[in-house]
């Protein structure tokens, strides 16, 4: 089994960063892609970037990139979504999850987190 938890979520005002972090416990870890997921109250989850499984690839949604990074430390057992010039649009509860392909399709993970909110003001 893998258990993942998000942590780093909070406000800020739009351009702010965040940086959140997702904590996986599970032998499975060092050898499983990573994705970051979100969703915004009455719409669908949606791929945010995913890494992975030793870090040399990543993925970003156009929406995020050139502003959010991922990254991992698997000797931390952690993933990591910095998240650079905020905007508003980026309000949303965002997932992590662990699977064994690097996509953007969120059906294809296995193990997901319980999730972290994130609020931009403006």
């Known amino acids: 089994q893998v258990q993942l938890v998000e942590s780093g979520g909070g406000l800020v005002q739009a351009g702010g960063s965040l940086r959140l972090s997702c904590a996986a416990s599970?032998?499975?870890?060092?050898?499983?892609?990573m994705g970051w997921f979100r969703q915004a109250p009455g719409k669908e989850r949606e791929f945010v970037a995913a890494?992975?499984?030793?870090?040399?690839?990543?993925y970003y949604a156009d929406s995020v990139k050139g502003r959010f990074t991922i990254s991992r430390d698997n000797a931390k057992n952690t993933v990591y979504l910095q998240m650079n010039s905020l905007k508003p649009e980026d309000t949303a509860v965002y997932y992590c999850?662990?699977?064994?392909?690097?996509?953007?399709?969120?059906?294809?993970?296995?193990?997901w987190g319980q999730g972290t909110q994130v609020t931009v003001s403006s």
């Open positions: 890494i992975s499984r030793s870090g040399g690839n990543t």
């Open positions: 599970g032998r499975t870890f060092r050898t499983y892609a």
């Open positions: 999850a662990t699977g064994q392909y690097t996509t953007a399709v969120a059906t294809t993970y296995d193990y």
